[in-house]
């Protein structure tokens, strides 16, 4: 099977072979992301090492763009399950 190349380069592309079946009704998932809202611009959601750590100051959790690997989520149109993959870029 071929890799799919999705896009140019950039955050949030990557290659997985095929969309992934539900594991409750073996129906083929559908592959979306999980869009994260800042203030002006929507980023994808990104997986990240260990816990979320505090930031005492500013509020909101520590986060290390460089560590974050690019969550695609697939959904069964049957039963709504998500099952989320964070391969490397
Ligand atoms: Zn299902």
């Not at 090492?49 to 969550?71: D, S, V």
């Amino acid at each position: 099977m071929r890799p799919i190349v999705a896009g140019s380069a950039g955050v949030g592309m990557m290659a997985i072979n095929n969309s992934p079946r539900c594991p409750k009704c073996q129906k083929t998932m559908e592959r979306g992301h999980i869009p994260d809202r800042g203030r002006n611009q929507v980023f994808q959601s990104g997986w990240s090492h260990g816990e979320a750590e505090r930031q005492r100051f500013f509020g909101g959790i520590k986060f290390r763009p460089k560590e974050q690997l690019p969550l695609t989520a697939f959904r069964c149109p049957s039963c709504g399950y998500v099952e989320l993959y964070a391969p490397p870029g």
